[in-house]
């Protein structure tokens, strides 16, 4: 059963707009961690945010915050006044709780087009 | 900075080489791992070493080979290798294998064709 969904294949915004991408996931353990991560085309695997689940604020680093639903086991990624390099894959991961939460599980990733 | 660094970034090879993917960390990190990358497939986990010894192995087929000399250092030995072995394999560091708020830090990954 896949643990982390991402609903969206691909997004466009408008330079300077906000931007939600969405992720869903799948643990009946009351402990774990969630990550996004940006990957440009470059390759590398850029981490952004993190957010504990037993965090009681989300999690904001600048222009990321994460949208943390506890009851509905979302942890959507904000991107606040988008800018050009953002475009990129993004990728929602969790810490596997059927592992002991030692190994990562990644989404399939949504394809973020920034446009001018 | 260049937390984790790739070589070589990219690399092509037929089926009948012997060739090795080199990572290293500059983090102080106690973790490394492995990735494979392939289109249209999420991250898959190959390979977990945590000081230096290894704790997984995601049923990878034995033509891939790693090699942890040390907490720095990562190395993926490849030989016959087949065209779907085709991917962008990643390299990550961590601080602590296993620990809830342990974050995973990549490189820039090698981008490997088999011919």
């Known amino acids: 059963a896949q643990k982390i969904t991402q609903t969206q294949p691909g997004m466009f915004v408008q330079e300077k707009e906000a931007v939600t991408l969405d992720c869903t996931y799948d643990?009946?353990?009351?402990?774990?961690?969630l990550f996004w991560y940006k990957q440009p085309s470059s390759g590398e695997m850029i981490f952004l945010i993190y957010?504990?689940?037993?965090?009681?604020q989300n999690a904001t680093e600048g222009r990321y915050s994460l949208n943390f639903q506890k009851a509905r086991k979302s942890a959507n990624l904000v991107i606040s006044a988008s800018q050009l390099g953002d475009s990129a894959m993004y990728f929602c991961?969790?810490?596997?709780?059927?592992?002991?939460?030692?190994?990562?599980?990644f989404g399939p990733g949504t394809r973020l087009s920034v446009l001018p | 900075e260049t937390g984790v660094t790739q070589t070589p970034r990219h690399l092509v090879m037929g089926m009948t080489n012997k060739k090795s993917l080199k990572c290293e960390q500059h983090?102080?990190?106690?973790?490394m791992y492995w990735y494979k990358q392939s289109a249209k497939k999420p991250l898959e986990l190959m390979f977990v070493?945590?000081?230096?010894?290894?704790?997984e192995n995601n049923s990878v087929p034995s033509r891939f080979s790693p090699e942890c000399p040390n907490s720095s250092h990562l190395f993926l030995h490849l030989h016959t290798l087949q065209p779907e072995d085709s991917a962008l394999y990643l390299c990550?560091?961590?601080?602590?294998?296993?620990?809830?708020?342990?974050?995973?830090?990549f490189g820039p990954g090698t981008r490997l064709t088999v011919l």
């Open positions: 990550a560091s961590s601080q602590v294998y296993g620990m809830g708020t342990d974050t995973q830090y």
């Open positions: 643990t009946s353990d009351p402990s774990y961690g």
């Open positions: 957010q504990g689940s037993y965090d009681q």
């Open positions: 991961a969790m810490r596997d709780p059927d592992n002991y939460g030692q190994n990562f599980v």
């Open positions: 983090l102080g990190h106690n973790a």
């Open positions: 070493y945590n000081f230096k010894e290894q704790t």
